[in-house]
């Protein structure tokens, strides 16, 4: 099962490729200047003015995302379409999937994902399968795969523009074959078809053989450049040419790319352009499919665009837990009635309850009435013997919650499953949720070593840290552990509301373990308002301290600065308005554990990761998965969302990375990463710092900037990074095919010297061969390769997406790691071909009084595949379309006795796609739609989808054929910068060096 993987030159290689990156790095990162707008694209194109994936993906979403706004709630106000933190960090998922084509050893020197060496019949293949994976996860609600997909879509479609000659044949128009093979090819050239001419300068005007340019559609041929030496290039072909490319030096040299606008990189950098102008239009086009085929709504669900915060409830159903029952359902209660009335999605609902040895099934809605309805129906039942399988059904939470979520788990048992804890922290830190637990039993409780939890014999103690491991989970995740009563659940349980409101920001987040004083600060800035702490533990002293030195004894007065309410094992403290901006302070002492967390309200706010320097066929950074490396150089990358063009004064400078206790381990100066002619408002604000050595201890993120008003802006995120010196990189996320077996592979990274490994994988689906542990030796410095086997039942539901967590961890020390992949399940037949529509007949009466007169189309409309017809809608067009299906014997295009039809159906513009799925037609049974509109609109669109989602775009027009040409997209802008002389001539040199 697993090989033994010896590489010591990669290390030796890498460090000194890295050193030198991020030398030439810093020296651009002077004020004056700033860094290229995408280092973790596929090329580091040395050009400011060139458009990257990340770039072209990130506008095509945003642009699709406010236009489905506008026409989905009627405005696009500013305030009314501030897209927020979850919204991005979605964004940031298709981008990391479009980038890890680029990094991923399984595809970043596979021809068929980037449209090079002419494999252009494969790569249209696999263009189409991401189109129906991505709609099959979409269809099952599995978002976290439809984004991956997407992204993997994205770059190869977008490479197809810069890779291919479209552009030098003169194409203005995308290529609509690539996702619709009813619509005209082009053939590719065969093999043995020269390409190209010798190109002698870094410049290749011309070289493209006449064929290759010819705008004459009957002698058009296609080719993509050949890239390096796999797989070799023949005599006369087309190199993609560049300072990367080593095939570029064979005959005929030169190359074709247009990646960049930098000719060290890309031959036709002139026509850069070009064709990220139609890489733009592609993109934009699959995002509107997308849109009309599964609906605004759930286009909207997927980018988590105005979404409330999930809520997410993990209870213990055991016969004690009735009083925690009640307070859990009061809650949901009072988040839903108030959710009611505000704009936007209420968000979702999750519920997972669990006993021992049952868990779940797990509830999972949109709907409010049917959760609560899930929530009236849970009752407190049974008992037994304490433990509980608390963490898998945390882990049932995590796989089925969105990222970021707020998880509540309400129990009064320590886990019987602590087996699971690695999985549940991995999949926590993946997700960046946060776990808090209500824990009504008192650690000093005794319990029956038979029969019920209340029985009164036969008593023995329990270890007091039996609920260690919460708190571990709570602590990393930037969650709280509560040790309250039956008495006062209710009143704890508002913590709740307090964490699922929306924009909620963290301004605090410490633990201690010491009784002694301590002083904890945080600021409160303009763009902030409901301020509240949250204590847990037993405080014996607490005096809040205002900007201007005013002080309030929180514990034994009433004053003008705060309100405070006291529970058993937590304290609620209100900042009171009008609350002064500045740096406030808390000065408590408590008897043991206590932790502080203040969290307002405020759009303001960050995402982040690390990256490291790749330097493989695509040099750039790469996101690190799982825990950063302790003790090595990183760059972190940061996103600042939520501002408004009212913000454009605000700044950031830096961050610091915290201990636990809230000590400053160290400071990670800023530069922005983004185009100062950025002028979007609602672009996320890129920035980016070099770490010299990620601190050994574990660490949280904080964010220091100043708002408009030059006061000091704090953003915390309270997860805990946990720097290690083993790494877990996923190689493959192959696609589970119900009846057969899949392999993950992976590579496990030793840092640190000679020692023993243990790995243990987990599915929530149970599919995997085994799961572990299995032991293994990893010579310092080195890697190891390894595989996971999976085999899925022939009884998997298509579009179900498996969440496969490793954990890997020394045995002699506290280094461990995880990695998270999600699998989608796939048909082996997957149907990829959209429906099709002929006309019959066209009938013109034209003049040019054009209100005076009509025209008429007939078509048959029936689906090509093996899924059946679904729905249609009349997209654009000011006509009437009428549909019903031909009777048996009937031909297209004659008329129907009415005593025929069995359906009938008419369909203007704006109307809501019609279900025909319902229709009773075969998989090859037509419908007859015919057409009529006035003269003075010429032209109307029809959408035909099949069951599986695939999408027809049937073109009526009352005159000539439609030609390939004729299709137009809206232009996605652009973004360029004007590149500093100086800084690009030190640039050059130093790359240069770097490849030399």
Same mark, same amino acid.
């Given at each position: 099962?697993?090989?033994?993987?010896?590489?010591?030159?990669?290390?030796?290689?890498?460090?000194?490729?890295?050193?030198?990156?991020?030398?030439?790095?810093?020296?651009?990162?002077?004020?004056?200047?700033?860094?290229?707008?995408?280092?973790?694209?596929?090329?580091?194109?040395?050009?400011?003015?060139?458009?990257?994936?990340?770039?072209?993906?990130?506008?095509?979403?945003?642009?699709?995302?406010?236009?489905?706004?506008?026409?989905?709630?009627?405005?696009?106000?500013?305030?009314?379409?501030?897209?927020?933190?979850? &919204?991005?960090?979605?964004?940031?998922?298709?981008?990391?999937?479009?980038?890890?084509?680029?990094?991923?050893?399984?595809?970043?020197?596979?021809?068929?994902?980037? &449209?090079?060496?002419?494999?252009?019949?494969?790569?249209?293949?696999?263009?189409?399968?991401?189109?129906?994976?991505?709609?099959?996860?979409?269809?099952?609600?599995?978002?976290?795969?439809?984004?991956?997909?997407?992204?993997?879509?994205?770059?190869?479609?977008?490479?197809?523009?810069?890779?291919?000659?479209?552009?030098?044949?003169?194409?203005?128009?995308?290529? @609509?074959?690539?996702?619709?093979?009813?619509?005209?090819?082009?053939?590719?050239?065969?093999?043995?078809?020269?390409?190209?001419?010798?190109?002698?300068?870094?410049?290749?005007?011309?070289?493209?053989?006449?064929?290759?340019?010819?705008?004459?559609?009957?002698?058009?041929?296609?080719?993509?450049?050949?890239?390096?030496?796999?797989?070799?290039?023949?005599?006369?072909?087309?190199?993609?040419?560049?300072?990367?490319?080593?095939?570029?030096?064979?005959?005929?040299?030169?190359?074709?790319?247009?990646?960049?606008?930098?000719?060290?990189?890309?031959?036709?950098?002139?026509?850069?352009?070009?064709?990220?102008?139609? +890489?733009?239009?592609?993109?934009?086009?699959?995002?509107?499919?997308?849109?009309?085929?599964?609906?605004?709504?759930?286009?909207?669900?997927?980018?988590?665009?105005?979404?409330?915060?999930?809520?997410?409830?993990?209870?213990?159903?055991?016969?004690?837990?009735?009083?925690?029952?009640?307070?859990?359902?009061?809650?949901?209660?009072?988040?839903?009635?108030?959710?009611?009335?505000?704009?936007?999605?209420?968000?979702?609902?999750?519920?997972?309850?669990?006993?021992?040895?049952?868990?779940?099934?797990?509830?999972?809605?949109?709907?409010?009435?049917?959760? #609560?309805?899930?929530?009236?129906?849970?009752?407190?039942?049974?008992?037994?013997?304490?433990?509980?399988?608390?963490?898998?059904?945390?882990?049932?939470?995590?796989?089925?919650?969105?990222?970021?979520?707020?998880?509540?788990?309400?129990?009064? +048992?320590?886990?019987?499953?602590?087996?699971?804890?690695?999985?549940?922290?991995?999949?926590?830190?993946?997700?960046?949720?946060?776990?808090?637990? =209500?824990?009504?039993?008192?650690?000093?409780?005794?319990?029956?070593?038979?029969?019920?939890?209340?029985?009164?014999?036969?008593?023995?103690?329990?270890?007091?840290?039996?609920?260690?491991?919460?708190?571990?989970?709570?602590?990393?995740?930037?969650?709280?552990?509560?040790?309250?009563?039956?008495?006062?659940?209710?009143?704890?349980?508002?913590?709740?509301?307090?964490?699922?409101?929306?924009?909620?920001?963290?301004?605090?987040?410490?633990?201690?373990?010491?009784?002694?004083?301590?002083?904890?600060?945080?600021?409160?800035?303009?763009?902030?308002?409901?301020?509240?702490?949250?204590?847990?533990?037993?405080?014996?002293?607490?005096?809040?301290?205002?900007?201007?030195?005013?002080?309030?004894?929180?514990?034994?007065?009433?004053?003008?600065?705060?309100?405070?309410?006291?529970?058993?094992? @937590?304290?609620?403290?209100?900042? @009171?308005?009008?609350?002064?901006?500045?740096?406030?302070?808390?000065?408590?002492?408590?008897?043991?554990?206590?932790?502080?967390?203040?969290?307002?309200?405020?759009?303001?706010?960050?995402?982040?990761?690390?990256?490291?320097?790749?330097?493989?066929?695509?040099?750039?950074?790469?996101?690190?998965?799982?825990?950063?490396?302790?003790?090595?150089?990183?760059?972190?990358?940061?996103?600042?969302?939520?501002?408004?063009?009212?913000?454009?004064?605000?700044?950031?400078?830096?961050?610091?990375?915290?201990?636990?206790?809230?000590?400053?381990?160290?400071?990670?100066?800023?530069?922005?990463?983004?185009?100062?002619?950025?002028?979007?408002?609602?672009?996320?604000?890129?920035?980016?710092?070099?770490?010299?050595?990620?601190?050994?201890?574990?660490?949280?993120?904080?964010?220091?900037?100043?708002?408009?008003?030059?006061?000091?802006?704090?953003?915390?995120?309270?997860?805990?990074?946990?720097?290690?010196?083993?790494?877990?990189?996923?190689?493959?996320?192959?696609?589970?095919?119900?009846?057969?077996?899949?392999?993950?592979?992976?590579?496990?990274?030793?840092?640190?010297?000679?020692?023993?490994?243990?790995?243990?994988?987990?599915?929530?689906?149970?599919? @995997?061969?085994?799961?572990?542990?299995?032991?293994?030796?990893?010579?310092?410095?080195?890697?190891?390769?390894?595989?996971?086997?999976?085999?899925?039942?022939?009884?998997?539901?298509?579009?179900?997406?498996?969440?496969?967590?490793?954990?890997?961890?020394?045995?002699?020390?506290?280094?461990?790691?995880?990695?998270?992949?999600?699998?989608?399940?796939?048909?082996?037949?997957?149907?990829?071909?959209?429906?099709?529509?002929?006309?019959?007949?066209?009938?013109?009466?034209?003049?040019?009084?054009?209100?005076?007169?009509?025209?008429?189309?007939?078509?048959?409309?029936?689906?090509?595949?093996?899924?059946? =017809?679904?729905?249609?809608?009349?997209?654009?067009?000011?006509?009437?379309?009428?549909?019903?299906?031909?009777?048996?014997?009937?031909?297209?295009?004659?008329?129907?006795?009415?005593?025929?039809?069995?359906?009938?159906?008419?369909?203007?513009?704006?109307?809501?796609?019609?279900?025909?799925?319902?229709?009773?037609?075969?998989?090859?049974?037509?419908?007859?739609?015919?057409?009529?509109?006035?003269?003075?609109?010429?032209?109307?669109?029809?959408?035909?989808?099949?069951?599986?989602?695939?999408?027809?775009?049937?073109?009526?027009?009352?005159?000539?054929?439609?030609?390939?040409?004729?299709?137009?997209?809206?232009?996605?802008?652009?973004?360029?910068? #004007?590149?500093?002389?100086?800084?690009?001539?030190?640039?050059?040199?130093?790359?240069?060096?770097?490849?030399?």
């Amino acid at each position: 099962m697993m090989s033994q993987g010896i590489k010591k030159r990669f290390w030796k290689d890498n460090e000194r490729i890295v050193h030198r990156f991020m030398f030439a790095s810093l020296l651009l990162a002077s004020p004056c200047t700033c860094f290229l707008p995408n280092f973790w694209s596929r090329v580091l194109t040395l050009s400011w003015d060139s458009y990257t994936h990340q770039y072209i993906t990130e506008q095509a979403i945003l642009n699709v995302t406010l236009d489905t706004l506008q026409q989905h709630q009627g405005h696009r106000a500013e305030e009314e379409t501030r897209l927020g933190r979850s &919204f991005w960090r979605a964004v940031g998922e298709v981008v990391h999937s479009n980038a890890e084509m680029d990094f991923l050893s399984s595809t970043r020197s596979d021809p068929v994902y980037h &449209f090079d060496s002419e494999r252009v019949d494969s790569a249209v293949t696999m263009l189409r399968r991401f189109w129906a994976q991505t709609l099959l996860s979409v269809r099952a609600n599995e978002y976290q795969s439809a984004l991956h997909s997407l992204g993997q879509l994205f770059h190869s479609l977008q490479d197809f523009y810069s890779h291919s000659n479209w552009v030098e044949m003169g194409q203005r128009s995308i290529y @609509l074959h690539l996702l619709h093979p009813e619509e005209p090819a082009v053939p590719v050239a065969e093999g043995d078809t020269p390409t190209c001419m010798e190109c002698f300068s870094a410049t290749c005007r011309d070289n493209l053989l006449p064929r290759l340019t010819s705008r004459q559609r009957d002698v058009q041929l296609l080719t993509t450049g050949y890239f390096s030496a796999f797989p070799p290039k023949p005599e006369g072909k087309c190199s993609h040419g560049g300072m990367l490319d080593s095939s570029r030096s064979m005959g005929a040299k030169g190359g074709i790319n247009k990646d960049s606008t930098s000719p060290l990189f890309s031959p036709h950098h002139f026509l850069h352009v070009e064709a990220a102008k139609l +890489a733009s239009d592609a993109t934009l086009t699959v995002l509107r499919d997308l849109r009309n085929t599964v609906g605004h709504k759930t286009f909207l669900r997927l980018f988590s665009v105005k979404q409330a915060p999930a809520l997410v409830f993990v209870i213990d159903t055991t016969g004690s837990m009735f009083e925690e029952i009640t307070a859990a359902r009061l809650r949901a209660h009072a988040i839903i009635r108030n959710r009611a009335d505000l704009p936007g999605q209420p968000g979702s609902f999750l519920l997972v309850p669990f006993h021992d040895p049952q868990v779940g099934p797990v509830y999972e809605t949109d709907d409010p009435d049917q959760f #609560m309805e899930h929530m009236e129906n849970l009752m407190a039942l049974g008992g037994g013997d304490e433990p509980e399988m608390c963490l898998t059904a945390i882990q049932l939470a995590l796989t089925h919650s969105p990222p970021m979520s707020e998880i509540f788990v309400f129990t009064d +048992a320590s886990p019987k499953d602590a087996h699971m804890f690695d999985v549940v922290k991995g999949l926590t830190l993946a997700k960046q949720s946060k776990v808090t637990f =209500l824990l009504t039993e008192d650690p000093n409780y005794t319990i029956a070593r038979k029969g019920s939890r209340r029985r009164k014999r036969s008593r023995q103690p329990l270890p007091p840290d039996r609920f260690s491991l919460y708190s571990a989970l709570s602590s990393l995740s930037g969650g709280l552990t509560i040790f309250t009563s039956n008495s006062d659940i209710h009143s704890v349980s508002s913590i709740v509301e307090d964490n699922t409101a929306a924009a909620k920001v963290t301004l605090l987040h410490v633990e201690r373990d010491q009784e002694q004083m301590s002083l904890h600060s945080f600021r409160v800035d303009s763009t902030v308002n409901d301020v509240t702490v949250h204590i847990t533990g037993s405080l014996s002293h607490c005096i809040l301290i205002d900007p201007s030195g005013q002080t309030q004894s929180l514990l034994s007065e009433q004053g003008s600065l705060a309100s405070l309410e006291h529970f058993n094992g @937590l304290y609620r403290v209100r900042l @009171l308005p009008p609350i002064q901006p500045g740096q406030w302070h808390l000065h408590a002492q408590a008897d043991g554990h206590v932790a502080f967390n203040v969290i307002a309200d405020s759009s303001v706010d960050f995402l982040y990761y690390f990256a490291t320097v790749t330097n493989e066929t695509h040099p750039g950074l790469a996101r690190v998965e799982g825990s950063p490396v302790a003790g090595v150089p990183t760059f972190l990358v940061l996103a600042v969302t939520g501002l408004s063009p009212h913000d454009e004064e605000v700044s950031f400078s830096h961050v610091t990375l915290l201990g636990a206790e809230g000590e400053s381990l160290k400071k990670v100066l800023l530069n922005s990463s983004s185009s100062p002619s950025v002028s979007s408002s609602y672009t996320a604000v890129d920035l980016i710092g070099w770490v010299d050595s990620v601190p050994r201890a574990p660490f949280c993120v904080r964010l220091t900037g100043r708002d408009g008003r030059g006061n000091k802006l704090e953003r915390v995120a309270t997860e805990m990074v946990q720097p290690t010196r083993v790494q877990i990189q996923v190689l493959s996320t192959p696609p589970l095919v119900p009846g057969h077996s899949s392999t993950v592979d992976l590579n496990i990274l030793n840092h640190g010297p000679d020692r023993l490994f243990t790995l243990t994988a987990e599915d929530d689906a149970g599919y @995997l061969h085994t799961k572990g542990p299995h032991r293994f030796h990893v010579e310092a410095h080195n890697l190891f390769h390894s595989q996971v086997g999976l085999h899925t039942p022939a009884s998997a539901q298509a579009g179900a997406t498996v969440t496969l967590t490793l954990s890997v961890y020394a045995l002699d020390s506290a280094d461990t790691n995880y990695a998270v992949a999600y699998l989608t399940v796939v048909p082996p037949d997957l149907d990829t071909s959209p429906p099709s529509c002929s006309t019959t007949r066209l009938q013109s009466s034209c003049s040019p009084a054009c209100n005076e007169s009509t025209w008429n189309v007939s078509l048959a409309v029936w689906d090509r595949g093996r899924s059946g =017809l679904a729905a249609l809608q009349l997209h654009k067009g000011q006509g009437t379309l009428t549909l019903l299906p031909l009777p048996v014997g009937d031909k297209p295009g004659e008329t129907h006795p009415e005593q025929h039809v069995r359906h009938k159906a008419t369909l203007v513009e704006r109307d809501p796609p019609l279900n025909v799925s319902g229709w009773g037609l075969g998989s090859s049974e037509p419908l007859w739609v015919s057409y009529t509109s006035s003269c003075c609109s010429a032209q109307a669109e029809l959408l035909v989808w099949d069951t599986v989602g695939n999408l027809k775009r049937c073109h009526l027009a009352s005159g000539q054929q439609r030609q390939l040409s004729d299709t137009r997209t809206e232009n996605s802008g652009g973004r360029h910068v #004007m590149p500093n002389g100086f800084s690009f001539l030190v640039l050059i040199l130093l790359c240069c060096q770097l490849l030399s």
